[in-house]
T-cell receptor, first 115, second 110 residues
């Protein structure tokens, strides 16, 4: 079975500062990894996904994540955050990219942007 | 092309009642998944429907049931509501791989 651990429930960061949101996963098989963002009172939006190939994945809104198989991590980074990045971020894992495979989510990290 | 829509946006029910939540898939998507997101938690998989048949289920009791219609829209039904059923319910539609999420229905059980 797969599981996801997001190490920080909340991360405060000043505007224009860099940020890293941490995610570790556990699985006995190869997995696909995702980061989703949830803005207040909205559904989930896919930020980026790792399927295979290059371990550095670039997503929307200037975010990127690095897959580290030896450390079973998939941390999300942004070099300079904006107030509009205030949201909840979810790391997720799936065994396959098939439509019928469920996605397992972490508990989320709330990103607070300080003025 | 319209995205995934859900109705209603908010709902208040009392314990023991029944509720039906609705989801319209993104155009052309034949698969719908439902998730429950309790406050402060990540979404948890409830079940999935593919071409009107249940195609996988998470760890939820039978009082959580669903339907998918020929136009691929879907319903989530919850019977005998409990206080712990209060949550944001998300549906996601897909065709081949990526799941696209709707804005959710926030259910409050009093």
């Amino acid at each position: 079975a797969q599981s996801v651990t997001q190490l920080d429930s909340q991360v405060p960061v000043f505007e224009e500062a860099p940020v890293e949101l941490r995610c570790n996963y556990s699985s006995s098989v190869s997995v696909y990894l995702f980061w989703y963002v949830q803005y207040p009172n909205q559904g989930l939006q896919l930020l980026l996904k790792y399927l295979s190939g290059s371990t550095l994945v670039k997503g929307i809104n200037g975010f990127e994540a690095e897959f580290n198989k030896s450390q079973t991590s998939f941390h999300l980074r942004k070099p300079s955050v904006h107030i509009s990045d205030t949201a909840e971020y979810f790391c997720a894992v799936s065994k396959t990219m098939n439509r019928d495979d469920k996605i397992i989510f972490g508990k989320g990290t709330r990103l607070h942007i300080l003025p | 092309e319209t995205g995934v829509t859900q109705s209603p946006t908010h709902l208040i029910k009392t314990r023991g009642q029944q509720v039906t939540l609705r989801c319209s898939s993104q155009s052309g998507h034949n698969t719908v998944s439902w998730y429950q997101q309790a406050l402060g938690q990540g979404p948890q998989f409830i079940f999935q429907y593919y071409r009107e048949e249940e195609n996988g289920r998470g760890n939820f009791p039978p009082r959580f049931s669903g339907l998918q219609f020929p136009n691929y829209s879907s319903e989530l039904n919850v019977n005998a509501l409990e206080l712990d059923d209060s949550a944001l319910y998300l549906c996601a539609s897909s065709l081949y791989d990526e799941q696209f999420f709707g804005p959710g229905t926030r259910l409050t059980v009093l």
